[in-house]
């Protein structure tokens, strides 16, 4: 039977090393602060700007939300971030994906400096990122590489397979995973015989967002399923991608949804802040 893999617990302890960090900051008065840009009312996206807001709180970190109005314009947007920019009490800029059809995403993602890109979005962060000396690191492929390294679990030697190759969790996953050491490979909507894939993998990365997709007999004995999806069953219930009772009697580790990589994206955003308002201040 797989180890569940808990998420809450491994981002818990996470979240207390980064307010003793907060903690000594403020020592030095500096205050580590995230402003968060939330454009129109998707209610998922309201349910994660509220979690980021109770994360700040619980580390110290001061939060500055900017729910602004469906209709806005990508100039006030742009401006808004040039403002938080120049604001030098204001180290990490986060705009909450998606923005609304009209909007430019590309060009706001564009626009935040990007020693402020806490989601390590920009150009920048992802070149840093592509030849391995990032400071601000993407927050969920982050917080899978945590959750790893809390288990001793090591990719080193081991193949991996990235499903989905999006550019905020499947792209940067894989190449924290090949920076680890392991030889990775990405899957996506255009992979034939899927199953012939994950079977090889001894540490499987779901990020598709399709319930149902991963079998018991598409996973190799033993291996480590890692489910970044967030999905509802027909009851309304969150999921992941794998059917996890039924993967768990195969795997010899995995991570549930709800209560898996959710919370320790979170964490990795505090800690992406903290790592942000130090390099601000001169502080490594
Ligand atoms: N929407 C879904 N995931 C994310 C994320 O990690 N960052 C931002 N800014 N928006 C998202």
């Known amino acids: 039977m797989a180890k569940r893999i808990d998420g809450k617990e491994i981002s818990s302890a996470m979240l207390d090393k980064v307010a003793l960090e907060v903690a000594a900051l403020k020592e030095k008065h500096i205050e580590p602060c995230l402003a968060v840009i939330l454009v129109g009312d998707n209610p998922a996206s309201q349910v994660y700007v509220r979690n980021k807001q109770r994360a700040c709180e619980r580390v110290g970190i001061r939060s500055v939300s900017h729910i602004l109005p469906a209709e806005t314009t990508q100039a006030a947007l742009l401006d808004l971030i040039d403002t938080l920019n120049r604001d030098e009490t204001v180290h990490g800029i986060l705009c909450q994906l998606p923005l609304p059809e009209h909007l430019d995403s590309e060009q706001v993602l564009l626009a935040i400096a990007p020693e402020k890109d806490v989601d390590a979005f920009h150009p920048v962060n992802v070149g840093k990122i592509t030849i391995g000396n990032a400071d601000l690191l ?25 499903l989905g190759r999006s550019n905020i969790v499947g792209k940067p996953m894989a190449l924290l995973l090949l920076a680890a050491n392991g030889t990775v490979t990405v899957c996506h909507s255009k992979t034939p015989d899927l199953a012939a894939m994950t079977r090889q993998a001894d540490i499987l990365v779901s990020a598709v967002g399709r319930r149902g997709l991963i079998t018991a007999d598409m996973v190799k004995p033993g291996a480590v399923v890692i489910d970044v999806s967030i999905n509802r069953d027909e009851n309304g219930k969150l999921c992941g991608d794998a059917d996890y009772d039924a993967v768990s009697v195969v795997a010899s580790a995995i991570t549930p949804v709800p209560g898996g990589v959710g919370p320790m994206t979170i964490a990795m ?6 790592t942000a308002a130090k390099a601000q201040n001169g502080i490594n």
Do not use: D, F, Q, W
């Not at 955003?269 to 903290?274: A, C, I, K």
């Open 138 to 162: 993407p927050c969920t492929p982050a917080g899978v590489m945590e959750m790893l390294r809390y288990e001793g679990i090591s990719p080193a030697g081991k193949h991996c397979v990235v």
């Open 269 to 274: 955003l505090m800690r992406n802040t903290v």
